[in-house]
């Protein structure tokens, strides 16, 4: 697994760009910054948002997890096939697929749930990229909002740089669904 922050996004967004053939190989990336808004099932649990953000492509699909540190994780997951550029550097990956989970003592409960919604985002830029994901799914609200880590003027991989593996939660990222 792959901690950074701006190159990976630009080489993950590569693939979803590059279209399902590509896709299907698989990557996944892990980005660290801010948590601006979760959503669960309309409960608003942002304050408990952890500070980083899972990006999967497999098997044509793109998954974006959101996890909270009191157990509750989120995934929007889409056909990457559907991903499409509304601007220059703004991407939209429609969702179909909202997973809520829960984790206990046997390990993460997760419930799969068809969704009608979309994940937002832009070309990474020095300093922030953000990431928007909404959806409905069965009458309720699912939502993520994350913003990446990084300092201006730093590069990915280097000393300064968010993302790099000294400035990773200790924790491990949530699990990806799978599709």
């Known amino acids: 697994m792959t901690t950074l922050s701006r190159a990976p996004l630009l080489a993950l ?13 698989g ?19 942002t304050q408990n948002c952890k500070e980083q953000l899972v990006n999967t492509v497999s098997r044509g699909r793109t998954t974006f997890d959101f996890a909270a540190w009191d157990g509750q994780t989120l995934s929007f997951s889409g056909s990457g096939a559907q991903h499409e550029q509304t601007e220059e550097t703004e ?17 993460i409960v997760r419930s799969p749930t068809p969704a009608v919604g979309a994940c937002k985002f832009s070309r990474p830029e020095p300093g922030k990229t ?12 699912y939502a993520g909002v994350f913003v ?19 400035d990773a939660p200790k924790e491990g990222p949530a699990s990806a669904p799978k599709p």
């Not at 990446?148 to 000393?159: H, L």
């Open 13 to 25: 967004l590569g693939l979803l760009a590059a279209g399902p053939a590509t896709a299907q190989q």
């Open 148 to 166: 990446t880590d990084a300092k201006p003027g730093a590069e990915p991989g280097k000393e300064g740089a968010a993302g790099s593996a000294k």
């Open 27 to 45: 990557a996944e990336v892990t980005m660290t910054g801010r948590c601006e808004r979760l959503v669960i099932g309309g409960l608003d649990v």
């Open 130 to 141: 953000m990431i928007a994901c909404e959806a409905n799914a069965q009458g309720k609200t």
């Open 91 to 107: 991407q939209l990956q429609p969702i179909s697929l909202v997973v809520a989970g829960m984790k206990n003592k046997e390990g």
